[in-house]
């Protein structure tokens, strides 16, 4: 079966103790894995201030992952993460070819420079 790659942020709800952070973190990786998907990347962001509250909370503990995994995993893993109630909000993306290739180049570091510090002087000496 084809599989695809997906980037999932979800956040997790602040209160919890740290070692239930972990353990939600194994969770949802352990549910990727055993639809037969592979985890690439898990970057636990920690708890940030959200942009509005949710269930009277104005904080989450966010936690950004990277995925190839086949289409029908992708259902399993959002339903198992809507009905914890651990688990506030989440979001999948599933990356293009264009999208799959800009993010292997930042991991490379192999940005092409967009726009340069150095533009940014110039222009803002012209305009004095």
Known sequence: MKKDFYEMTYILNPVLEEERFSEL????????EDNDGEIVEVDEWGVKKLAYDIDKKSTGFY?????????????VVERNM?????????????YDAKMQRYYELRKKGDLPVIFDDADAETENEDDN
């Open 25 to 32: 973190v194994s969770f949802v990786n352990k549910l990727i």
């Open 63 to 75: 936690v950004n992952m990277y995925f190839n995994a086949p289409a029908p995993a992708i259902a």
């Open 82 to 94: 809507r009905i914890n109630d651990d688990i506030m909000r989440y979001l999948t993306l599933k």
